[in-house]
Each structure stands twice: as structure tokens, then as C-alpha cells.
């Protein structure tokens, strides 16, 4: 032991240098390594169930029907008012139902509506009750234009390129699912300069409001009948006012929406819609010919 420690106390300059530069080469091996091993690493892709498709209403068989539970104004309520507005708005994303060559909602053709009308009522408990009836159909085409005009916006979000010489690029890459001859007209359509302007306006318009939601995918129709449902008693505008625009911890979803929750907006509102109706009527009484 003793002829050990000696020989180690004993040991040559020279050598402690060169053992000590070989680790230290060794360190800035193995730390370029680590480096470029960790540089040809991606991130994990996080895996995603992909957007409902809602295969359990679709796949219905011909003798069975959905129930729709609605409300005084005919808005569906409760359990079944999720599934049946996901369902509309995958309706709204079939390319023989909804085409997305049509810009406006109001040039879809009325026997394409009919149609998503009549697959509607194949699917679900509709009422005779011709009140009922032209309720829900109203809501139910409604809905289903949303879901048309919100897809349309989709693909603009994601194949969208702002110059008009990309529009070969476009065409050429076309979303899966898509008609071409539709694709290729709605294409055409948001290179056009009013289009182009549209867009623009739209965006600045859209970066001004303040006074968003957080009621997610559910209607206000459900948050009112979930409050009332708890409450014995129907919900006031200022209630569900700030029910639907608080986050899950209780704050307002920012200080403007705020101001109004602590305002009551809803209250100085009719009051003014009182008054100004008033002074209208008097001034109409005490100035007509």
C-alpha cells in the first residue's frame, strides 16, 4: 500500500497534463454529443382524438329516433343539445349537403336545405305542433349555416396564404374532402380585392371586442336551463350575464366585462330604452300635424 501511495505522490507532471487533457477532450466529446443528439430530437407530437364525427348518429338505424328536449322558444336543452349541434355541424361539413361554392348562406338552394332538413327528422323526435315545428327548423338551418360559414373559415385559417400569386399554390393543394370545382371557386373568391379588403376590416373589427364568453361548446339555451333547473326560478339577463362571461375560477374573463358585471348594464340599458321611447312618443304627440 505504502509503494502505491509512493508511486501515485511520485507520479510525472507530464502525465497528470495529458490524463487531464484527455478528460477534458472527452468532456467536450461527450457535451457535442449531447448537443447535436439533442438537436436531432423532435418534440413529442401530442396526440390528439381528432375532431367528433358523431358515428353513433350517423349509423342510427332507420327505426330509431333521437328525443330532443326543448325550450319555450323551441332551442334544444339539456343532455341531447351537444350531440345535436356537433351532429349539425358535421352535416355542415358534407360536400353533397352544404357545398362551399356558395358564399353567402342565403345562395345555398333551398333543396339542399330541405335535404339536411329531412335528415334531421329521420334522425331525431320532431314535433307536429306546427309552432314547434317551424321553431326547431328555423334554429336547426341556422345552426347548420354557422357550422358552414365556421368550417369555410377553418380551411381559410389553414390554407390561407395573403398574396394573390399564391393562388396557383392553392389550387394545387387542395384540403382533403374537398370538391375541387367548389375548392377551386371559393379560392377564387378570396383573392378578389373586396374580398381582400373584407379581410382586413373583419380582423381589425374582430381585435376591438372585448366583450367575449366562456361558455365553450354549449348554447346559452343550456346555460339557461341548467340555472333554472337549480334555481326553481327563471334567470334573470344580469345572472346569466355574468354566468357566461366568468372562468372557472370564479374571475371576469377580463376587466371590461368587469366594469359591466359591476355596472349592471342590463338595468341602465332598459331604462334608457324607456326613457328614449317615451321622449319618441312625446315628441310624435305634441309634433304631429
Known amino acids: 500500500m505504502a509503494w502505491q501511495k509512493a508511486n501515485l505522490r511520485t507520479c510525472s507532471k507530464s502525465v497528470i497534463v495529458e490524463g487531464a ?3 477534458h477532450v472527452d468532456q467536450e466529446m461527450n457535451q457535442e454529443m449531447h ?10 407530437v401530442r396526440a390528439t382524438r381528432g375532431p367528433s364525427k358523431y358515428l353513433d348518429v350517423w349509423d342510427l338505424p332507420d327505426d330509431q329516433v333521437i328525443e330532443l328536449p326543448l ?6 336543452v339539456d343532455e341531447g343539445a351537444r350531440a345535436f349541434t356537433g351532429f349539425l ?9 352544404c357545398p362551399i361554392r356558395y358564399l353567402n348562406w342565403r345562395d345555398m338552394p333551398e333543396e339542399l336545405k330541405e335535404e ?3 335528415l334531421i327528422e329521420r334522425k331525431y323526435v320532431v314535433s307536429t305542433n306546427p309552432t314547434t315545428y317551424a321553431g326547431l327548423k328555423k334554429f336547426t338551418l341556422q345552426k ?3 357550422g358552414w360559414r365556421d368550417y369555410k373559415c377553418r380551411l381559410k385559417m389553414a390554407h390561407y396564404i395573403p398574396h394573390p400569386r399564391n393562388k396557383a399554390r392553392m389550387k394545387s393543394n387542395r384540403p382533403k374532402g374537398c370538391i375541387p370545382e367548389d375548392c377551386d371557386v371559393l379560392v377564387n373568391h378570396w383573392y378578389i380585392e373586396d374580398a381582400m379588403i373584407e379581410l382586413e376590416k373583419n380582423r381589425d373589427c374582430r381585435s376591438k371586442q372585448e366583450d367575449l364568453h366562456t361558455v365553450g361548446l354549449c348554447s346559452f339555451a343550456v346555460h339557461t336551463a341548467k340555472k333554472a333547473k337549480v334555481d326553481g326560478c327563471p334567470v334573470k339577463r344580469a345572472t ?3 354566468i357566461l362571461h366568468t372562468c372557472k375560477n370564479g374571475s371576469a374573463v377580463n376587466l371590461v366585462v368587469q366594469a359591466k358585471m359591476v355596472s349592471n348594464p342590463f338595468v341602465v340599458s332598459f331604462s334608457l330604452s324607456i326613457i328614449a321611447f317615451a321622449s319618441i312618443e312625446w315628441f310624435h304627440n305634441n309634433h304631429t300635424v
Open 21 to 23: 487533457s484527455i478528460e
Open 35 to 44: 448537443e447535436t443528439s439533442t438537436q436531432d430530437v423532435q418534440p413529442p
Open 71 to 76: 325550450n319555450s322558444v323551441h332551442q334544444p
Open 89 to 97: 355541424g358535421t352535416i355542415a361539413q358534407k360536400p353533397h349537403m
Open 116 to 118: 339536411c332538413w329531412c
Open 144 to 146: 347548420i349555416g354557422k
Open 240 to 242: 346569466l350575464y355574468s
